[in-house]
Each structure stands twice: as structure tokens, then as C-alpha cells.
């Protein structure tokens, strides 16, 4: 079993910057992602990146704002968050799959974080 630990949360104003870590236990994995749930919504999938060519997607909603990266060697990824909005404010968690995935499909990734706390005040 993967063990995902994520950091990096906090508190900022719209406009902010904030980085999100994850750190992981085990290399045998085929793409990460992060995925984050809204007060009262469904998790949904904001950036995955594939560990054999670094091929990373990000959703539409966070395109051009956010940064998905990751350090093999230190077993990290990260999500760069720079001029963030109300509407990011959501528990961010990390994921990890094993093998493909079919796009944001959350029920494709076996192991996640318990996930950190990210809020965005206007």
C-alpha cells in the first residue's frame, strides 16, 4: 500500500500563492494526481502527472494558474497554486495510481492522502 501524506495548506487571500505537497512511500505507481472536494460537492480531479515521461493534464479551471511537479528522488509531487480565487477553496487531496486511469476518474486510483486544507477568502 502507498502512503500519501500531504502538506502545504493554509490560508490566503484571493490573488495568493500556495504550494501542496505529497509525499509518497512507493515508486511503483503510473500516474498521480490531485484531486479536491468543495463544502458540499464531489471530489473532482484538478492535475495528474505520469511518472514514465512526466505528461501532465491539467483541468480546465486551473489551467494557466496551477503547476503540477514532481521529484522522484525525494518522493515528492507538488501543486503549485499562484493567483488563486474564492472558488479554490476545497480540501486538496493526493492520489495514486498503479495503472491507466481513465481521465479524472476518481475510482481509478487506489491509494490517497487524507488530504489538506486550502481557503481562499475574497
Known amino acids: 500500500q502507498v502512503e500519501l501524506v500531504e502538506s502545504g495548506g493554509g490560508s490566503v487571500q484571493a490573488g495568493g500563492s500556495l504550494r501542496l505537497s505529497c509525499k509518497y512511500s512507493d515508486l511503483h505507481y503510473y500516474v498521480m494526481a490531485w484531486f479536491r472536494q468543495a463544502p458540499g460537492k464531489g471530489s473532482k480531479g484538478v492535475a495528474r502527472i505520469y511518472d514514465l515521461d512526466g505528461r501532465n493534464y491539467l483541468d480546465d479551471s486551473v489551467e494557466g494558474r496551477f503547476t503540477i511537479t514532481q521529484d522522484k528522488a525525494e518522493r515528492m509531487m507538488y501543486l503549485q497554486m499562484n493567483n488563486l480565487k474564492p472558488e479554490d477553496t476545497a480540501m486538496y487531496f493526493c492520489?495514486?495510481?498503479?495503472?491507466?486511469?481513465?481521465?479524472?476518474?476518481?475510482?481509478?486510483?487506489?491509494?490517497w492522502g487524507q488530504g489538506t486544507l486550502v481557503i481562499v477568502s475574497s
Open positions: 492520489a495514486a495510481a498503479r495503472n491507466a486511469v481513465r481521465g479524472w476518474r476518481a475510482d481509478d486510483f487506489e491509494d
